[in-house]
């Protein structure tokens, strides 16, 4: 055999050889969240996100002061309503949810654990959120992410202090929402193109949307309770002329999550 | 001279991890120096060393950055097995004949920018194609690819600049 061709050959050889153990890597990685190199590089990443973040937080002290105090009035405010509401409203047991309120802070069926984003990532279709809270706090896999203004995500993967979680930017995840309190069910998965906008599938044709209608959780995924808003309706388009899929512009606005609750459904075990 | 280049090439692996960590291009814009890394390498390395090298910086970054771990090791590993067929396509066979690595004032600025082009063009058609998983309409592929190129491209230009500085200095 020539020389160059006895070359081509080791080359084409070599290259086949390394791209199927890329390929392997990428088939794990989809796969098999809890494998060592998995966990190794989430850890790796977490730790960098977390000291870049020591470093940002205290450069932005000042203004996050006044956000948390802004949330904090918030908060106040709408505790204040369900208080009223719970007065006025005798049909409602001590520990039910508040029909209408939209509050869930003593449902029993969910926990949630407060925690901080350490990094969130945007540019690409499979991104990702690191949380500073792990096994250690009781963080488990497949809880739901929340913040004040919607979904953020699903914990994938777990370490000690550390948990890994797909984003509601990422084209793995899908949320089960409704439309309205008493609306349709239909997933919601993100665009890919916007950081600020999703959309909202599979509605059937007939089915009338208004601008401005509110997305929001349907709680059927067992994952986040039902009723988190997620966003309003946008723009409507048909699609194959069966069913139609809507924007949806997003509450969650993902360049500024901060503050986060890992939210566990404690009946999870019975619904699988 | 040898060492300076490891570590500029260890330095701009690094810098790659910290774009793809903290720089916010959003979803249209992906930058990456690694292509241009690729290219840069000296001509008297072999395809079989270049693809062991690209496997390890890539590896670097998805192991540091994206968190999937073969998502740029697959583009890599193709772009250094095409490496040899872009440089014979840009500036002919003499290169090799010569032991002449790319550079711009020995080449020219215009085929080197074509190189950086046709490298970062193939880095990201597969890049892409293997992120969307077929979740994304072929538009907004072809979109992203686009945006990405164009940046990358110019990004590239400088750092084929820095590479060959550190390589010229041992010549002064």
Known sequence: ?272 | MKGARVITYIALTGAQVVIQNFLDSGPWILLSLLPVMIMALDIRYSPVRVMSLAFLMAFAVDFFATGVPGLTIIPLVALAFAREMIIKLVFGSELFARKEDISEHKQGFAKVLTAIFIANLLFFTIFVWIEAAGARDFAFCVARVAGSVLVSTVAGIFAARLINSVEDAGWK
């Open chain 1, 1 to 272: 055999m020539p020389r160059a061709s006895r070359r081509w050959l080791v080359d084409t050889v070599f290259f086949a050889l390394a791209e199927f153990a890329a390929i392997l890597l990428l088939a794990n990685s989809e796969s098999a969240q809890d494998s060592w190199l998995d966990r190794a590089s989430k850890n790796s990443m977490a730790a960098i996100g977390g000291w870049a973040e020591s470093t940002r937080d205290y450069f932005t002290l000042r203004r996050q002061n006044d956000s948390l105090s802004r949330e904090n009035m918030e908060l106040s405010i709408r505790l204040r309503t369900l208080e009223e509401a719970r007065l006025r409203d005798s049909v409602f047991a001590p520990g039910d949810r508040a029909s209408g309120m939209g509050l869930y802070a003593d449902d029993s069926v969910f926990r949630y654990i407060p925690a901080t984003i350490v990094k969130v990532s945007r540019n690409s279709q499979r991104n990702y959120v690191v949380v500073n809270k792990g096994r250690a706090d009781g963080v488990l896999p497949n809880s739901g992410i929340i913040s004040t203004k919607g979904v953020v995500g699903i914990i994938e993967s777990v370490d000690e202090h550390y948990s890994y979680g797909i984003s509601l930017m990422n084209n793995k995840m899908r949320v089960s929402a409704r439309i309205g309190r008493l609306g349709v069910a239909a997933p919601l998965e993100w665009d890919g193109r916007s950081s600020s906008s999703a959309v909202i599938k599979e509605l059937p044709r007939h089915l009338e949307l208004h601008p401005g209608d509110t997305v929001l959780t349907s709680g059927w995924s067992g994952i986040f309770p039902a009723d988190i808003p997620l966003g309003v309706i946008g723009q409507e388009r048909e699609v194959d002329g069966s069913v139609k899929e809507a924007e949806v512009r997003l509450f969650t606005d993902f360049a500024a999550l901060r503050y986060v609750s890992i939210v566990e459904n404690r009946h999870r075990d019975s619904i699988r």
